[in-house]
């Protein structure tokens, strides 16, 4: 049973243009959601998180939005740089005793020059 | 940020035998490591958790006799996959925490697993 899911294998955007990356999940007991970078032969980078009390965090180019009724978060970064291409993975996190991170199964971000 | 590294980054190993990855955190004290398995176009896998000093808890449906783990001290864990077979080629990744707090993991490069 997949709990966080991400549906779109990849997308390509135009360097300047805005990316969008969507995330569902299935679990209303998540209480954090945080994005996650990865390059080749890297392992996954911290990029940001939104708590579940709240709707919109940003940092920088990224901003996290979360809609709790729909179960759905999205980040977006603006304007997109070829550097930002890489693999883009969704995770979301329950506390209290025997959180753990769940993942999504990532997205290829692709920014064309 | 905070590092961690893995060792070895590739290995190819014979049916049957075991194989050892190491997972340490270079510039920080892990009181929490985790170990993950990411199989082609799926999510990353939370295999186990183990707090420094004391047993692995493994997820449900993770042999803890076939992946044996050792945290043996606040900057290294270990992975040993026991008489390995075709099906645990994967890639393996750890990731580390300082506070034990989920959301502050660091993540190693990962190790590539390819039993034959």
């Known amino acids: 049973d997949q709990q966080v899911k991400q549906n779109s294998p990849s997308l390509s955007v135009q360097e300047g243009r805005i990316s969008i990356l969507n995330c569902d999940y299935t679990?209303?007991?998540?209480?954090?959601f945080l994005w996650y970078k990865k390059y080749p032969a890297e392992g996954p980078t911290f990029l940001i998180s939104?708590?579940?009390?709240?709707d919109k965090n940003e940092d920088g180019r990224f901003t996290v939005f979360l809609n709790k009724s729909a179960k759905h978060l999205s980040l977006h970064i603006v304007p997109s740089q070829p550097g930002d291409s890489a693999v883009y993975f969704c995770?979301?996190?329950?506390?209290?005793?025997?959180?753990?991170?769940?993942f999504g199964k990532g997205i290829t971000l692709s920014v064309r020059p | 940020g905070a590092v961690v590294s893995q060792h070895p980054s590739r290995v190819i190993c014979k049916s049957g035998t075991s194989v050892k990855i190491e997972c340490r955190s270079l510039?920080?004290?892990?009181?929490?490591m985790f170990w993950y398995r990411q199989f082609p176009k799926k999510s990353l896998m939370l295999m186990a958790t183990?707090?420094?000093?004391?047993?692995?808890?493994?997820e449900q449906g993770v042999e803890k006799d076939k992946f044996l783990i050792n945290h043996a001290s606040l900057t290294l864990s270990t992975l040993t996959v026991t008489s390995a077979h075709p099906e645990d080629s994967s890639f393996y990744i750890c990731?580390?925490?300082?506070?034990?707090?989920?959301?502050?993991?660091?993540f190693g490069p990962g190790t590539r697993l390819l039993v034959l």
């Open positions: 990731s580390a925490t300082a506070g034990g707090r989920q959301e502050t993991q660091y």
């Open positions: 679990n209303s007991m998540f209480d954090y």
């Open positions: 939104i708590s579940s009390i709240k």
């Open positions: 995770a979301a996190l329950t506390t209290g005793a025997n959180s753990k991170l769940t």
């Open positions: 510039d920080f004290q892990a009181t929490t």
């Open positions: 183990s707090n420094e000093g004391s047993k692995a808890t493994y």
